[in-house]
């Protein structure tokens, strides 16, 4: 396994309806990304799309991504924060399974707090939401 330094927050910047299969589609085709951009993706119900393995390396943070796991939530249209209840819940269980999986604790932080970063993903502060969590 590669060496995790960052738990990533991402939001997808779109409607909370857009469908998984369109944000994937949107990466392929208009990108050209071969990797997904998150390895978990969750809709406004809860349901979390896991888009790749935590072995393989996704498109979350440019300079990042080998050191990086990503998971976003689908919405955040108009830089507004529009996570569900199910989607702040599941955002926290993804974290706690990377973190378990891992065996300690990489930095949580949003996407909007690399440096060179000019967007407000995730539309929160994810560095204080989750700074309770320790291993």
């Known amino acids: 396994m590669r060496r995790i330094e960052y738990i990533v927050i991402h939001c997808t910047a779109t409607r909370d309806d857009a469908t998984v299969e369109a944000i994937q589609g949107y990466w392929r085709a208009v990108l050209g990304w071969r990797n997904p951009g998150y390895h978990f993706l969750i809709d406004k119900a809860g349901q979390v799309h896991r888009l790749a393995p935590l072995e393989k390396v996704t498109n979350g943070v440019r300079g ?72």
Do not use: M
Request: one cysteine or more; proline letters at 4%.
């Open 64 to 135: 990042y991504n080998h050191s990086s796991i990503h998971i976003s939530y689908i919405g955040g249209a108009g830089g507004e924060d529009t996570r569900t209840t199910a989607q702040k819940a599941s955002i926290l269980n993804c974290i706690r399974e990377v973190i378990q999986t891992l065996g300690y604790q990489p930095v949580i932080q949003g996407h909007r707090d690399f440096p060179g970063v000019k967007k407000s993903c995730p539309n929160y502060d994810a560095v204080s939401e989750y700074s309770w969590i320790t291993v």
